[in-house]
């Protein structure tokens, strides 16, 4: 009986380990290494330069408290814009304290421009808490805010906005959008002229 044991535990250790070996270790070092050779920037996180230093990533939002610069959407992912602790607040609409937060939000945004509509993504989470993109309109109702603090022509930054447009994947996948990192990059790029 132990022999029979034996027999038939050799092949299921043997295996495993081979198992181990093949879909632990070598079909990941494959993939990476497939990866860095045709995507190497986005392999490596899509990471964007500026003098020679990492300022973010095109695919992780990060929150942006300046006036002089696009705000991104709110972030419920731990302290805000926290990589590892990405999730949405799990929050309902029936729940006190969102609806304070989003009452907080819209105030502070009425204020900068009053009378005009707040774009819902300025005062929504998404459910990773790291979006990295807001609707064009979101990115229009900012245009005469970072224009007054920056003394640019709104026609300057409006101009901006809609040259950083990314439309939907073959014209319907997805919906537009602008990349809050790579939009305030090319701000920064436009020197302040007076009005």
Avoid: C
Avoid at 24 to 53: C, H, R, V, W
Avoid at 172 to 177: A, D, S, T, W
Wanted: hydrophobic letters at 45%; charged letters at 20%.
């Amino acid at each position: 009986m132990n022999k029979d044991i034996i027999t038939s535990l050799r092949p299921a250790l043997v295996m495993t380990i081979l198992f181990a070996i093949l879909l632990g270790l070598a079909y990941p070092m494959a993939l990476t290494g497939i990866g860095q050779m045709l995507f190497p920037a986005q392999a490596n996180g899509s990471l964007i330069e500026q003098d020679g230093k990492v300022v973010g990533s095109a695919l992780i939002g990060q929150g942006f408290a300046s006036d002089r610069y696009f705000s991104s959407r709110p972030s419920a992912a731990g302290d805000g814009y926290d990589g590892l602790a990405s999730s949405g607040s799990n929050l309902g609409p029936t729940s006190a304290a969102l609806v304070d937060r989003v009452k907080a939000d819209s105030e502070t945004l009425a204020k900068a421009n009053p009378g005009k509509p707040i774009p819902v993504d300025l005062v929504t989470a998404s459910g990773s808490g790291l979006d990295p993109d807001i609707s064009p309109e979101a990115a229009y109702y900012q245009v005469e805010r970072i224009a007054r603090v920056r003394g640019i022509e709104a026609a300057k930054v409006r101009a901006l906005v809609e040259a950083g447009i990314q439309q939907p994947l073959f014209g319907i996948l997805g919906e537009p959008r602008v990349n809050v990192l790579e939009i305030n990059r090319r701000l920064d790029q436009i020197g302040a002229t007076k009005r």
